[in-house]
């Protein structure tokens, strides 16, 4: 699935051993009403533990300058969070990313292994998006094993 474009997401919640995170590109909106979403993870991820334990989490949309963060959380687990000045916490515990044009808090519906990943379906408690009067800011995308900026087409 490497040759389908996808838009670059980060999961993040807060365990007993502290913040988790990880950089996902297989998020999907599902359902409006109850508003649902979901993404996939690896059994074999460093997460997957701390997901099963969590009954929250949020999910940061990634702008096309945040490169960075796409492959700081792609790094070694105790990598992620190690510069405090990039992100803080909700107060239901969720570290939240500074920056990101959009965040999703979602609680934790279902996990539903599926062959070697588990579906994740959330639902959606509270979006948090950039300020109306802010310039848009173009979304991170995932495409063949490289990072993206969409370039748009002429009318």
Partial sequence: MRRYPSGVTIVTMYSETGPVGFTASSFASISLDPPLVSFNIA????SIRALHAA??????FLGEHQQHLAQRFARAAHERFSDRSLWTRLDSGEPVLHGTPMWLRVIVDRLIPIGDHTLVIGLVTRVH?????EPAIAPLLYHDGRYHRPTPLED
């Avoid at 059994?43 to 460093?46: D, I, L, P, R, W």
């Avoid at 009954?55 to 940061?60: A, E, F, T």
């Avoid at 998006?129 to 009067?133: G, K, L, V």
Wanted: glycine letters at 0%; aromatic letters at 0%.
């Fill in 43 to 46: 059994h074999t991820s460093s």
């Fill in 55 to 60: 009954d929250s989490l949020v999910i940061h």
């Fill in 129 to 133: 998006t950039q300020a109306a009067d």
